[in-house]
Nanobody, 114 residues
């Protein structure tokens, strides 16, 4: 069955960096655009980055543009989110998702705090 497993979350200081990974299985990874969204209690879900099937086209929310980079390795069935210059407001649970299927993983917590 379809599986998306996120990892790499944790505690980071403001201005720091984290790299999230999402390992995919159970579907033809290279055929789908993949993305990351984040969720904070009391706030609407926010899609922060999306990559086309080959990484040739990407989308970023204005809130993360210039700080986050989405990439993927189709040979490893993995999508990444490199997060830099982290801010307190980046604190959230981050989920990777299959764009066309509205399917997402269990999420990984990112906390930005000094």
């Amino acid at each position: 069955q379809v599986q998306l497993v996120e990892s790499g979350g944790g505690l980071a200081q403001p201005g720091g960096s984290l790299r999230l990974s999402c390992a995919a299985a159970g579907f033809t990874f290279k055929d789908y655009a993949m993305g990351w969204f984040r969720q904070t209690p009391g706030k609407e879900r926010e899609s922060v980055a999306v990559s086309s099937w080959n990484g040739g086209s990407t989308y970023y929310a204005d809130s993360v543009k210039g700080r986050f980079t989405i990439s993927r390795d189709n040979a490893k069935n993995t999508v990444y989110l490199q997060m830099s210059s982290l801010k307190h407001e980046d604190t959230a649970v981050y989920y990777c998702y299959i764009d066309a299927l509205s399917y997402w993983g269990q999420g990984t917590q990112v906390t930005v705090s000094s």
